[in-house]
């Protein structure tokens, strides 16, 4: 068996797999076709193309924050760490994650609630204008939505893709009804990995 070891190899022919596994994709618009096979390159999971779902103007919103060098605000540390570095600095981006910070350590446990949580409400105001990626904790996208909804949040775009049994296909659905441009994944299914392909496929592409 010849092992391709190229990593610019091995993407350049995932992607051409998908391609060819997937036809209907070539109805889908290039932008958000180049998030879906994102998404499935990530996975391994061809399914992946039906739970997606981007609100209309989610692709455009997204790149005008990227290209104006607006921030990035994760749920987890996860998805921070797995956002391609050098396409942040291009564009100045600062990517924020507060999950550790003692501050909402210690209201978190006051409140008896997620660290996500209470890091996605602080960290929002901060992200005014920019990303907010939310792939692990559905209690962040939950306070998030609801704050969205009272005009303390002003995200131009939520990548919105807890995983989970508990809340994540329940979130994703307020998330769809919160009134902000949106890209998430329907059901149980996503995770950190998948907020942050989606991410990096608008990188790529601004």
């Given at each position: 068996?010849?092992?391709?070891?190229?990593?610019?190899?091995?993407?350049?022919k995932?992607?051409?797999?998908?391609?060819?596994?997937?036809?209907?994709?070539?109805?889908?618009?290039?932008?958000?076709?180049?998030?879906i096979?994102?998404?499935?390159?990530?996975?391994?999971?061809?399914?992946?193309?039906?739970l997606?779902?981007?609100?209309?103007?989610?692709?455009?919103?997204?790149?005008?924050?990227?290209?104006?060098?607006?921030?990035?605000l994760?749920?987890?540390?996860?998805?921070?760490?797995?956002?391609?570095?050098?396409?942040?600095?291009?564009?100045?981006?600062?990517?924020?994650?507060?999950?550790?910070?003692?501050?909402?350590?210690?209201?978190?446990?006051r409140?008896?609630?997620?660290?996500?949580?209470?890091?996605?409400?602080?960290?929002?105001?901060?992200?005014?204008?920019?990303?907010?990626?939310v792939?692990?904790?559905?209690?962040?996208?939950?306070?998030?939505c609801?704050?969205?909804?009272?005009?303390?949040a002003?995200?131009?775009?939520?990548?919105?893709?807890?995983?989970?049994?508990?809340?994540?296909?329940?979130?994703?659905?307020?998330?769809?009804d919160?009134?902000?441009?949106?890209?998430?994944?329907?059901?149980?299914?996503?995770?950190?990995?998948?907020?942050a392909?989606?991410v990096?496929?608008?990188?790529?592409?601004a």
């Amino acid at each position: 068996m010849d092992i391709v070891s190229d990593p610019r190899e091995i993407e350049k022919k995932s992607m051409a797999i998908i391609e060819d596994s997937l036809p209907e994709l070539r109805a889908v618009p290039t932008r958000e076709r180049e998030i879906i096979k994102r998404v499935i390159h990530t996975t391994g999971d061809l399914g992946c193309i039906s739970l997606l779902k981007m609100s209309p103007g989610a692709v455009e919103s997204g790149l005008a924050a990227i290209r104006r060098g607006k921030p990035i605000l994760t749920d987890v540390n996860m998805i921070r760490a797995g956002l391609i570095a050098c396409r942040l600095e291009k564009f100045g981006i600062s990517a924020l994650c507060l999950i550790s910070d003692p501050e909402v350590i210690r209201e978190s446990g006051r409140k008896g609630v997620t660290r996500a949580m209470v890091a996605v409400e602080k960290g929002a105001p901060a992200a005014e204008g920019g990303i907010v990626a939310v792939g692990n904790a559905p209690t962040a996208l939950f306070a998030l939505c609801r704050m969205i909804r009272q005009g303390e949040a002003r995200p131009a775009l939520v990548v919105g893709t807890p995983v989970g049994f508990v809340g994540a296909a329940e979130s994703k659905e307020m998330l769809m009804d919160a009134g902000a441009e949106y890209i998430t994944m329907t059901g149980t299914r996503g995770g950190s990995t998948v907020a942050a392909s989606i991410v990096n496929a608008l990188l790529l592409m601004a």
